[in-house]
C-alpha cells in the first residue's frame, strides 16, 4: 500500500514537470524611433505660459502638450478660459503656430504666432471668427506662475489671520480689493472690468483660471469669510462707515 502510494505522488510530480510551458509575458511595444515621436512635450520649449496684452486686457496663452506637430493648450484673458488647439511648424530659427479656440463662443478666434528660438519672443495676431471684430496684434513673454503671498495690496490677507480691527476702517471698495487681492495671487482671470484694470498693470499678475476656489489657503479662507462679512456691513452703514 505504501508503495502504491508512493508511485502515485511520483507520478503526479512528472506530469507536473511535464506540463505546458508558462506563457511568457506579453513583450513590450517598442518605442518609436527619435524622428518618429517628435517634440517632446516635457522637454519642448514652447510649454509654458506666454502673458502679454491683448488689447487692454492681459493675455496668457499657455502651452500644455506639444506632440509631433500638434499643440493643445488654453487662452485666458478677460474671465475667460477656452480651449486652443492647432499645428506647429518649425523653421530654422522660429516655431510657427496656429491655433483655434472651440468657436463656440462670440469672442473666439484663432491665433497666428511666431516664436523666435532667439530670445524666445513670442509675437502674433488673434483673428476672431466673428469678422465684424477686429484682429488684433499682441507680443508675449514666457513667464513661470509662482503664488506669491506678498504680491500686490494689502499682502497680510493671505500672510495672516486678520483681525476685525483689521478691517473695519475700511470702505466697501477697500474691502473688496483686499479680497479679489487674494484671489489674484492665484491667477484668477477677472471678468469685472475694474479688477481687471487693477490687476492687469500688476507685472507680477498672470491669468491663470477662472476659478481659484480650491486653490486659496486656509488663512486666505477664514479671511474671506471675515472681509465678505465687513463688505456687506459698508454697504449697509455706508454713511456712516469708514474713514
Not at 7 to 36: D, H, R, V, Y
Not at 58 to 74: C, D, F, H, P, Y
Not at 215 to 241: C, G, H, P, S
Request: hydrophobic share 35%; with cysteine.
Amino acid at each position: 500500500m505504501r508503495q502504491t502510494i508512493s508511485l502515485f505522488f511520483l507520478a503526479a510530480i512528472m506530469a507536473c514537470n511535464n506540463g505546458p510551458a508558462k506563457t511568457p509575458e506579453a513583450e513590450a511595444p517598442k518605442q518609436p524611433a527619435a524622428s518618429e515621436q517628435g517634440r517632446d512635450s516635457k522637454s519642448s520649449p514652447l510649454k509654458g505660459n506666454w502673458v502679454g496684452f491683448l488689447g487692454d486686457n492681459r493675455l496668457n496663452v499657455q502651452i500644455m502638450a506639444v506632440s509631433s506637430n500638434q499643440v493643445t493648450g488654453r487662452s485666458i484673458a478677460a474671465g475667460n478660459f477656452r480651449e486652443i488647439t492647432g499645428a506647429v511648424e518649425e523653421t530654422a530659427d522660429a516655431y510657427k503656430l496656429h491655433l483655434k479656440e472651440p468657436g463656440d463662443d462670440k469672442y473666439d478666434g484663432e491665433f497666428d504666432i511666431i516664436i523666435k528660438k532667439n530670445g524666445m519672443i513670442c509675437e502674433g495676431s488673434w483673428q476672431p471668427f466673428d469678422k465684424t471684430l477686429k484682429t488684433k496684434q499682441f507680443t508675449l513673454s514666457k513667464k513661470e506662475f509662482v503664488y506669491k503671498p506678498d504680491a500686490g495690496l494689502f499682502p497680510e490677507a493671505s500672510q495672516r489671520l486678520l483681525k476685525e480691527d483689521d478691517v473695519a476702517n475700511y470702505i466697501k471698495s477697500e474691502l473688496r480689493l483686499m479680497r479679489n487681492s487674494m484671489y489674484a495671487r492665484h491667477g484668477y482671470s477677472f471678468k469685472m472690468k475694474d479688477m481687471r484694470s487693477e490687476f492687469d498693470k500688476q507685472e507680477w499678475y498672470i491669468p491663470m483660471n477662472t476659478d481659484v476656489r480650491t486653490e486659496l489657503t486656509a488663512i486666505e479662507k477664514k479671511n474671506e469669510v471675515l472681509i465678505k462679512r465687513y463688505e456687506k456691513y459698508a454697504a449697509e452703514f455706508y454713511d456712516d462707515f469708514g474713514r
